[in-house]
């Protein structure tokens, strides 16, 4: 069964920091890996989609990679803003005749100004 | 596109009556998903619909919530009779492999705003 875990479970850093957030999933047959952004009260914002064949994708100043044989995944934010302060989810999408998205439980961010 | 679009977005209720939430996916999605979102579970996914068909529900808590999508533009989430346990935010989802073999970004995932239901 797979598992996504995210660590830490909440960051505060002061603004104009880079910080990475960390995705880990036991099953490494997934079929994509997905970045979200939720701010309170709100939806799930999509930020960056690393389809299993690909180790990296780049958005701004975020970059998310993917290591499928290590089961993890990062998220990288560069010069953090205030504006950056939200929850970060990861999903993976398994494969294997599912289609199933398992979520991490997120890392709540929050960029001091 | 508007995006996907859920309603209502608040609903408050009393214990026993039902509850119907509904979700518009993207025009031209094949997958549309349910979530529920609690402090205590996080996000759990509920049911999940390819091309109108229900192909797994074996998140749905217990009888008393239902799932349909009557046509490729419309899904409904039901819960009769509602209980206290059942608050949370509802999200639904939809997302695309229609272009899976010419390689493009496909499987993203893109969520409505939520229903956030309140049962007394």
């Known amino acids: 069964k797979q598992e996504v875990t995210q660590i830490p479970a909440a960051l505060s850093v002061p603004e104009g920091e880079n910080l990475v957030l960390n995705c880990s999933f036991t099953?490494?047959?997934?079929?994509?890996l997905q970045w979200f952004r939720q701010d309170p009260g709100k939806g799930l914002t999509s930020l960056l989609l690393?389809?299993?064949?690909?180790r990296e994708q780049t958005s701004g100043r975020l970059n998310a990679s993917l290591d499928k044989s290590s089961g993890r995944s990062t998220l990288y934010i560069a010069a953090s803003q205030p504006g950056d302060s939200a929850t970060y989810l990861c999903?993976?999408?398994?494969?294997?005749?599912?289609?199933?998205?398992?979520f991490g439980t997120g890392t709540r961010l929050k960029v001091l100004a | 596109d508007a995006g996907v679009i859920q309603s209502p977005r608040h609903e408050v209720t009393e214990m026993g009556q039902e509850v119907t939430l509904r979700c518009k996916p993207i025009s031209g999605h094949d997958y549309l998903f349910w979530y529920r979102q609690t402090m205590m579970r996080g996000l759990e996914l509920l049911i999940y619909f390819n091309n109108n068909v229900p192909i797994d529900d074996s998140g749905m808590p217990e009888d008393r919530f239902s799932a349909k999508m009557p046509n490729a533009s419309f899904s409904t989430l039901k819960i009769q009779p509602s209980e206290p346990r059942d608050s949370a935010v509802y999200f639904c989802?939809?997302?695309?492999?229609?272009?899976?073999?010419?390689?493009?970004?496909?499987?993203?995932?893109?969520f409505g705003e939520g229903s956030r239901l309140t049962v007394l």
């Open positions: 989802a939809s997302s695309s492999l229609a272009h899976f073999w010419t390689g493009s970004n496909t499987g993203e995932l893109f």
């Open positions: 999903a993976v999408k398994v494969g294997r005749g599912t289609y199933k998205y398992i």
């Open positions: 690393i389809q299993s064949s690909q």
């Open positions: 099953d490494s047959a997934i079929y994509n």
